[in-house]
């Protein structure tokens, strides 16, 4: 039996029963609260980024044709012509647009000492399966940063000039069908007079 006025009893008796309990429950229930909102957090992160669509895949390297597309990419086209200035090959897709030639003349812009003229340009272009084209300078995807909207083929477009105030430009042909975009480049190099 302890004595109530035993300090070493009581105290030692009311601090086995009541301390011992309450800091793991205290744990426990930080830990609990922490994890539930952790949960709905995550849920209200989940709930308002599936009504988001994530960006169209846009090309980094203006050297190379992409497609932007939801479907896996199949096949890749057959070789076409070579082009009259260095151009890229497209990657195409089944059922999507295709951009099955580019060329452009001249392939080298002769420009004067002056670099502040202009070389006109003539580009001609066959796509298969587009509904809407657009072409570009210093772009890897033409329907985002257009110059024009453009027809589908061109036997002799000349909207666009060189800038001899630049040592190389690139021209990009984009056209868009089937919910695919398919970009193909052009370099063009300056030679002074």
Not at 31 to 45: D, H, K, N, P
Not at 119 to 146: C, H, K, M, N, Y
């Amino acid at each position: 039996m302890t004595h109530p006025e035993d300090p070493s009893q009581t105290s030692d008796a009311t601090d086995s029963r009541s301390a011992s309990p309450r800091p793991p429950r205290r744990a426990a229930l930080a830990v609990g609260s922490a994890l539930v909102l952790g949960g709905i957090a995550l849920a209200i992160w989940a709930v308002t980024t599936t009504g988001l669509t994530a960006p169209e895949a846009q090309p980094t390297s203006v050297s190379t044709a992409t497609v932007a597309s939801t479907s896996p990419v199949a096949e890749t086209s057959p070789a076409s012509p070579p082009a009259s200035a260095a151009s890229t090959p497209p990657t195409v897709s089944t059922g999507g647009p295709v951009i099955s030639e580019l060329s452009v003349e001249p392939t080298v812009a002769a420009c004067p000492d002056d670099r502040e003229s202009t070389v006109p340009l003539t580009f001609s272009w066959t796509s298969e399966g587009a509904e809407r084209a657009w072409i570009g300078i210093a772009t890897s995807d033409a329907s985002v940063q257009p110059a024009a909207e453009v027809g589908l083929s061109s036997a002799g477009f000349s909207g666009l000039v060189f800038a001899c105030s630049d040592a190389d430009q690139v021209f990009t042909l984009t056209v868009q069908g089937a919910g695919e975009t398919v970009s193909e480049t052009i370099a063009i190099t300056r030679e002074l007079d």
